[in-house]
């Protein structure tokens, strides 16, 4: 799974490791730094203190998007006990969620705590809710549509900047990848551009991968897991239809 710290790896395989740790390449490897004011709805997530079996701990990142004023569409794996085990119900560890910008430490945007998990009942995905609604930036719609194989989405992430990196990129990355696969609760996606290498990558987990409408963009999967990165294979991404109508339910939006 794209999300556990550096010192998870050995429990889990490719995630949001720790900031200081092992595992995959370029947020949003082979990708593009994103434009200052777009993507506002996309979210850096950043845990610390996380427990570790023989009582240290650790710090750690994930990726998401804004779907309503106070909560984030994650991956479930970001959220886990010291045995790995999901969690629901209170955030088991320090979380802060970063929205609306570009840059980590730039100007504008907010930063709220993350107060709150509820784990999606069919697939890997997570709602994170905030300590408080976010009213500067425009969350993201979510898709009702199946993904279809050969179409083309979009990708944003805060994930290390290569393969070595112990550390989230300090500026939102973006590509795009093509839908290889159509699973029941996931989506297999490849590189499209700028190169066919483009990929998620370590601190990735959860980032949105959306398609890009008249209407604006509608989130359709969150990344899970893959291989190291930049990578020509097929990622695992858990598609967000079919879990449309619980995220509409426990955000209590439309």
């Not at 300090?170 to 700028?194: D, F, M, R, Y």
């Not at 370590?202 to 509608?218: K, N």
């Not at 990578?231 to 995220?247: K, L, M, N, S, Y």
Request: net charge negative.
């Amino acid at each position: 799974m794209r999300a556990l710290s550096v010192l998870a790896l050995s429990a889990v395989t490719v995630g949001a490791v720790l900031l200081g740790g092992p595992s995959p390449a370029q947020a949003v490897a082979n990708g593009l730094p994103v434009e200052e004011g777009k993507y506002g709805f996309s979210t850096k997530l950043t845990m610390t203190g996380i427990p570790n079996p023989d009582g240290s701990t650790r710090n750690s990142a994930c990726s998401g998007a804004l779907v309503a004023a106070q909560w984030v569409l994650t991956a479930g794996h970001c959220f886990h006990d010291v045995d790995g085990n999901l969690v629901s119900g209170p955030v088991p560890y320090p979380t802060t969620a970063t929205l609306g910008r570009v840059q980590a430490d730039g100007p504008g945007g907010v930063d709220v705590a993350v107060v709150e998990v509820v784990q999606s009942p069919v697939n890997d995905i997570a709602l994170a809710r905030l300590e408080k609604p976010v009213g500067r930036v425009k969350p993201v719609r979510v898709a009702r549509v199946a993904p279809r194989a050969g179409e083309v989405l979009r990708l944003t992430g805060w994930g290390a900047l290569d393969g070595l990196s112990t550390e989230p990129a300090e500026q939102l990355q973006t590509g795009l990848v093509t839908v290889a696969s159509v699973a029941e609760t996931t989506i297999g996606v490849t590189g499209k551009a700028p190169s066919p290498s483009t990929s998620a990558c370590l601190y990735d987990s959860g980032a949105p991968y959306f398609r890009e409408t008249r209407r604006g963009p509608e989130v359709v999967s969150t990344e899970s897991t893959g291989p190291d990165c930049p990578h020509f294979v097929e990622e695992t991404t858990a598609r967000v239809d079919v879990a449309a109508d619980w995220i509409r339910t426990t955000t209590g939006s439309r």
